[in-house]
């Protein structure tokens, strides 16, 4: 079986009924790419994640509190990196 929908009076197939799954699932996928946060946004907040990580424990440590407020301004957060 080719996976059509086929009916039990008739036999033949009936593609319209696959036709709504389909749209919402090229929809779906189109909408997932669109939500999706420019390549360097996300960059950005992986080198935040990683700066914070480092941070943890030595904040009396200067060129690691540097890296996290250089971090923090990339993404904006001038309040957070003062």
Do not use: I, K, N
């Not at 779906?28 to 943890?56: C, I, K, M, N």
Request: proline residues 7%; hydrophobic residues 40%; glycine residues 8%.
């Amino acid at each position: 079986m080719t996976g059509v929908v086929r009916t039990a009076a008739r036999g033949r197939p009936q593609p319209h009924r696959c036709v709504p799954l389909l749209l919402l699932t090229a929809a779906g996928t189109a909408g997932a790419e669109w939500l999706r946060p420019d390549p360097s946004y996300q960059q950005a907040e992986l080198t935040l994640r990683f700066a914070v990580h480092d941070t943890a424990g030595h904040a009396s440590d200067p060129a690691q509190l540097d890296t996290l407020g250089v971090a923090l301004l990339r993404l904006g957060r001038q309040a957070d990196a003062d």
